[in-house]
Every structure is written in structure tokens, then in C-alpha cells.
């Protein structure tokens, strides 16, 4: 078993598709629209199977979580870039493009090796080794 892929809601489709293609390589699949749904969605695969929906219609009210505090529930994406290196340098890259790094990089209890940036609806995402 593993998981098939996971889903945000957004009201910024291209610009968030944009953003994990840009600074995660990611790549999208064709947009697919459903007019008389109003809904819209891309698929953004990455690297090793993983895939992440994008999707957007306007009947979906906007989140009331807070991108700084911690809440039950899913609250953060974690993508490997393959490196403490990398993990430095797209952190570094994320900030200069003036995106929220929300954590630096540093070394976790648990050994992992990550940083935490907010994309641009918000999202947590570590970046991790």
C-alpha cells in the first residue's frame, strides 16, 4: 500500500502549481476543468511516485487555520531534496524569493534534517534531506 496522492484546496491554482514545479520540480499534468462544477485541478508529480492534486472551485470557503500555529488535522508537506546541501540552498533560494521560512535548517530530535517554509497559500512544507 501506498498513498495515492494528497489534495489542497486553493484559490491560486497557477500560482501554487507554478511554486511546486519552480522550487520542488515537480511536474503537471493537464489542467482538467469541470465547467459545470466550476472546479479546476492539476496533478503535480514528483520524483519516486509521489503526487499532489491542486485544486480549486470557488464554493470552498477559505481555512481559518493560522500558517504559524499548530492544529489537529494534517498541517504540513514534507518533500526530500536529497541533501543537507540542498536543504540549505532551497531554503536560502525560498527566502531570497521572499517566501516565509518558518524554521532554518537544522537537525530534529528525531534526525531528520529540514527547514519549514510557508508556499504561497500558506502551506507548510519541510524541506527535508
Not at 3 to 15: D, F, Y
Not at 102 to 119: A, F, H, K, N, Q
Request: hydrophobic fraction near 40%.
Amino acid at each position: 500500500m501506498h498513498i495515492e496522492h494528497v489534495a489542497i484546496w486553493t484559490r491560486n491554482l497557477e500560482g501554487l502549481r507554478a511554486f511546486y514545479e519552480t522550487y520542488f520540480g515537480g511536474t503537471s499534468g493537464p489542467k482538467y476543468t469541470n465547467p459545470a462544477r466550476q472546479f479546476e485541478s492539476y496533478f503535480v508529480n514528483f520524483e519516486g511516485g509521489a503526487r499532489l492534486e491542486l485544486m480549486q472551485t470557488p464554493s470552498v470557503p477559505l481555512t481559518r487555520n493560522s500558517a504559524h500555529e499548530q492544529f489537529t488535522g494534517l498541517i504540513h508537506l514534507a518533500l526530500a531534496v536529497g541533501s543537507l546541501a540542498a536543504v540549505d540552498a532551497l531554503t536560502a533560494r525560498l527566502r531570497a524569493a521572499g517566501f516565509v521560512v518558518v524554521s532554518e535548517p537544522r537537525r530534529t530530535g528525531d534526525g531528520y534534517y529540514e527547514s519549514c517554509i510557508l508556499d504561497p497559500d500558506g502551506n507548510r512544507v519541510e524541506i527535508t534531506a
